[in-house]
């Protein structure tokens, strides 16, 4: 596909960097991923939007989502571009703690009890945030169909969402963009 070419190499020109760097998972790296160069990213973003959409179209999905910070732009891109596609994804939000005022929500957005869902994610390291995202919809009785990164760094994270019983679908892998 030549979406995911193109997105391959925006993401080695925008997001990847060299150097020490501690990590959400409070490891240290020898290089970051900034997911957030590319998911917001007029271009990048248009080819995330249309990538994801190829890969759960056949998942039956009633709405896609994820945590905020990563899944934030992403979901939005999605929407609008399914919109535009006449086959309309509805989005939503997991917020990393319920909100403290109105209805105190932890999931802000388009989201009914036994929808099929898929969760995305920028990138994934330890899987922390994608699990946190997936319990938070399983607990308002939605089913999660398949599970969607940008970048999966392949240290641990893919194998415990794998392990837990999800489909897991990287767009890409970190091997992908030269990093060993």
């Not at 535009?84 to 939503?92: A, D, L, M």
């Amino acid at each position: 596909m030549v979406y995911r070419g193109k997105l391959l190499n925006l993401l080695k020109k925008l997001s990847l960097e060299y150097g020490e760097f501690r990590l959400s998972s409070g490891k240290t790296s020898s290089y970051y991923l900034d997911g957030k160069k590319v998911t917001l990213h007029p271009e990048a973003s248009y080819y995330i939007a249309k990538i994801i959409l190829d890969i759960i179209k056949d998942d039956q999905a009633g709405a896609i989502g994820g945590l905020t910070m990563g899944a934030d732009p992403m979901v939005g891109a999605i929407t609008l571009l399914s919109y535009i596609e006449k086959q309309p994804i509805p989005t939503f939000i997991v917020r990393k703690e319920p909100k403290k005022h109105g209805k105190q929500k932890l999931i802000e957005g388009i989201l009914e009890n036994g929808w099929k869902v898929v969760i995305v994610d920028d990138v994934i390291t330890t899987g922390g945030s994608t699990l946190k995202a997936i319990r938070a919809v399983e607990e308002v009785g939605c089913e999660v169909v398949n599970v969607v990164c940008l970048v999966d760094r392949k240290e641990g994270g893919s194998d415990k969402i794998r392990k837990e019983g999800y489909k897991f679908s990287p767009i890409f892998t970190i091997e992908e963009l030269g990093v060993k």
